[in-house]
Each structure stands twice: as structure tokens, then as C-alpha cells.
């Protein structure tokens, strides 16, 4: 089986990769195992000098990865460098803070002394996409080293020169390498591996079926994960909302990624007094967007990853518009086959389309009115997926109270929603459990483990004559 690299923008493969056989994923797996007996014994002062360094390293290259992401998914370059920028500070922000969140944690109690250990686990396996191919996996990597465990990487196949970029990365700081190693595998050894006693725990960041996948053979072990999956997110626009900031921060939530991301807003619910001005502003900043080649710095947004993504998404469009959806701004593919998708806008979106309840995975906004404030909630809530939203208002408590109300992982008030290492990030329902990022983040693949210290044998009692 070969891994190919594979430029959207040009259509050309770029390289390929051997993947890996089972016996040599096994003999990495095999060190793996071994360097977790040692590492998890490392002082926090040399993972954090290491970590640093990993940072340092990032910032270097940051030039040279962007245009790997730009080669390989088509992300222009410009946000190539935002998002190892911010790889390097989610490992500085590890770095800094992973002593103190992992620190021996007294609970009072009738013991002599108790309190909550924080042990790792051992090997993590992490499936990641192919959308943020450095981000993704650092928000992973990061916690989980400097946890004491030790990682294994399943990338996406058509980011192998990005897996391998990043095992570079590690191994330049000096961290012993079998401490995180790339696998170039296929789907089909993640199952021999998930069910290997020597994976303690496993992260996917993927589809639903993806993670139901994972999730089963895991649960079958008895092993834990942690889902990040899809997002439909909602971006409620009420009455007494900013419509002009609204509007335009809605094309950039609609826009990150050429819409490649599970925390890109995708369902617009706008109150009905507000949706027109809000529609023929959210046109005006989409058709202002530049596209091109993703190596050119004027470049807004690039082509979607692989040509079938985007006729897959040409194939919901479709769908929904033959169910009774309208075509506010007109874009999409040029043809089958290729892999640029303009920004459009579907309005009169029902029930029974598939732009109502399933995640379109690309620059596709759609508009649901609604009636009021209950129905706008009604309406974000009437969803599978519960990863991101915001809520647009000039009232800030009242903001708060709909994001309360509002199922999500997240919820934003205006403002467009992001990760960032200082806050968990995670979903409920179909967007999956667990959390990454913050102290959570790094809590989820270690053995909390409870400690008590009984005190003296209290002295007998004399016995009353």
C-alpha cells in the first residue's frame, strides 16, 4: 500500500510513502512501550526544557511548514504560520503549566493525609485529520508528553510529509524518540493496535463514524479515548444584534479553512427582523474573499483538501436544493473533480435536507430565520452535533443566558469561536467527549489516582466499670 502526497491546488502527487507493515509498526510500538517505563520517570524540569525547545523549533520552521500545509491541503500560507505560531505556544503554555496542573492535589478527609495523584498512562494512540495537521495534533502531543506518556501518531494519508515534519520536530528538541513517532499506516492496523495491551489510551479527532469506529474497538479493551468529531455550529444573530460586525465575522467563521473545520460556523440563525441586511452583508464579505494558488501571500482561501471532498459537498448542495433549499450566492466546483469550492449561501433551509441536519464539510453557509429568541435556541439546539457556537447581541447578559441554553462544548458571545490552550475544547452528543486543552486537557490520559494515609491506631478506650 503506498501514502501518497497530493497537491489540490495542482493535481500533481507530490510523493509517495510505503506504509508501514504490521511487523514494523510493532517493533515501534514494541520501543514505544519501553520508553514509557522511563519517561514517565523524567523530571518535569528536563520535559519542560524540551518542550521549550519543540516551541523554538516550530517558530524556526514555521516558514517551511506553512508551505508543506499549503503543498499538501491546499492552506494558504499566510494561516500556515498562524497555526504553527500557535502550536508553539500551546507547547510553551504545557511547558510552563504542566507541573502545576499535574501537582499532588490534598483532599481533606479523616485520613492522616490524602490527596489526588496525577500518573500517566503509558503509550497514547492519537488519529488525526488532515484539516490543521500541526495544530491538531499538538493540542494532543503537548499535554500528553509533558504527562509522562508517551505518543504515537496516526495521521491523516494525505498528510505523511506533515506527520513526518512533526516527528522532526520532537526528535530535534531532544526528546528520545521512541517517546512520539509517526506511523505511516493505514486504517486497517489502527484495530491491531487499539486492541494491543501496550496502548494504554487512544485520541481520535475525525468523523463520527470515524470515532464510532475507535471508540467500539476501544471500548472493547476497556481502554480510555477521547472523541473530538464533527461540529454543525450555530451562529445566532439576534434582534438587537451588530448586524454589519456580525456579518462580517461571520464570513471569517464560515471562511477558516476554506470551511475545512469542525468549529467553522455553519448554521446562520438569524432573527427574521434582521436576516435580509444580514444576508446581503454576510454576500458582500464572502464574494470579497480571494482565492488562488496557496503558496501566494494574497491568497485568502485555497481549494478543499482532496477533489472527492468537494464533490461530496457539491452532492449535499444538490440534494438540499432539490428538497426545497434556495441558492442565495451562487459558487461551489467548476466541475466534478476538482478540488476548489467557491463560497455560496443556501437559504429556506427545512428539515428532511441534508444541509439541515448533516455537517457540510466546506465553504457552504446556511440561513435558518428564526422566529424570536426561544426559536433561535430551538433551532440550535435541533442538531445532532454540540462542538461550537456563538451568540451575537449588544446585550451581554443576555447573551450569557442564551449560551447557556445552547447544547455545545462551547459557546462564544460576539466573537468567532476558537481553541486556544487555555481553555478546554471538546463537544457533546455526536461531536464526541473528553476535552483537550487547558488543565482538563492534560488531566484526561493520566491515573487520578487516589492516595490515603490512615493515621495511629487510636488508643482503646478503657472500659467503664
Known amino acids: 500500500m503506498a501514502i501518497e502526497s497530493f497537491n489540490p491546488y495542482t493535481g500533481k502527487v507530490l510523493r509517495r510513502f510505503r506504509a508501514f507493515s ?41 516558514h517551511e511548514l506553512a508551505r508543506l500545509m499549503a503543498l499538501e491541503m491546499g492552506k494558504p500560507v499566510v494561516d500556515g504560520r498562524a497555526e504553527i505560531v500557535k502550536c508553539a505556544l500551546t507547547c510553551d503554555y504545557y511547558a510552563d503549566h504542566a507541573e502545576e496542573f499535574l501537582r499532588d492535589e490534598e483532599i481533606k478527609t479523616e485520613a492522616r493525609r490524602s490527596f489526588i495523584a496525577y500518573e500517566p498512562l503509558g503509550v497514547v494512540l492519537a488519529i488525526m485529520p488532515w484539516n490543521f495537521p500541526f495544530w491538531q495534533v499538538i493540542r494532543f502531543a503537548a499535554p500528553a508528553l509533558m504527562a509522562g506518556n508517551v505518543g504515537l501518531l ?55 463514524g470515524a470515532g464510532a469506529k475507535v471508540a467500539a474497538t476501544a471500548g472493547a479493551q476497556i481502554k480510555k479515548t477521547v472523541l473530538e468529531l464533527g461540529g454543525s455550529d450555530p451562529f445566532v444573530v439576534l434582534a438587537d444584534a451588530d448586524v454589519e460586525l456580525a456579518a462580517k465575522t461571520a464570513a471569517q467563521a464560515r471562511m477558516v479553512n476554506a470551511g475545512q473545520s469542525c468549529i467553522a460556523a455553519k448554521r446562520f440563525i438569524v432573527d427574521k427582523s434582521v436576516v ?57 466546483q467548476a466541475k466534478p473533480g476538482t478540488a476548489l469550492f467557491r463560497p455560496m449561501i443556501l437559504a429556506n433551509v427545512k428539515p428532511g435536507q441534508p444541509a439541515y441536519y448533516e455537517e457540510l464539510f466546506g465553504p457552504v453557509a446556511i440561513i435558518l430565520e428564526a422566529r424570536n429568541e426561544a426559536d433561535a435556541v430551538r433551532l440550535a439546539n435541533d442538531s445532532r452535533f454540540g462542538l461550537g457556537g456563538s451568540v451575537w447581541t449588544r446585550d451581554a447578559r443576555r447573551g450569557e ?37 487547558s488543565y482538563l486537557g492534560i488531566r484526561e490520559f493520566v491515573n487520578q489516582k487516589s492516595i490515603w494515609i490512615a493515621g495511629e491506631a487510636p488508643a482503646e478506650k478503657k472500659k467503664v466499670e
Open 22 to 62: 504490521w511487523a514494523k509498526t510493532e517493533r515501534i510500538l514494541a520501543q514505544a512501550a519501553r520508553a514509557a517505563t522511563t519517561w514517565r520517570d523524567s523530571p518535569f524540569a528536563e520535559r519542560r526544557r524540551l518542550m521549550h525547545r519543540a516551541a523554538d523549533l516550530l517558530r524556526e520552521r514555521q
Open 401 to 437: 443566558a442564551v449560551a447557556r441554553r445552547i447544547e455545545s462544548g462551547a459557546v462564544f458571545v460576539n466573537a468567532m469561536v476558537k481553541s486556544s490552550p487555555e481553555m478546554p475544547f471538546g463537544g457533546v452528543k455526536k461531536s464526541g467527549y473528553g476535552r483537550e486543552l
Open 276 to 332: 435580509k441586511p444580514f444576508v446581503n452583508q454576510l454576500k458582500t464579505h464572502l464574494l470579497a474573499l480571494r482565492t488562488g494558488d496557496p503558496l501566494d501571500e494574497a491568497t485568502q482561501y485555497g481549494p478543499l483538501a482532496r477533489p472527492d471532498l468537494a464533490d461530496e459537498l457539491t452532492k449535499q448542495v444538490e440534494d438540499s436544493v432539490k428538497a426545497g433549499a434556495r441558492v442565495e450566492l451562487y459558487g461551489g
Open 154 to 208: 496516526k495521521h491523516a494519508s494525505n498528510v505523511p510529509q506533515c506527520a513526518l515534519a512533526l516527528e522532526s520536530i520532537f526528535h530535534d528538541a531532544g526528546f528520545p524518540p521512541a517517546t512520539f513517532r509517526t506511523l505511516l499506516i493505514g486504517s486497517e492496523l489502527v484495530e491491531k493496535l487499539l486492541q494491543d495491551d501496550r496502548v494504554k489510551a487512544a485520541t481520535l479527532t475525525g468523523s463520527e
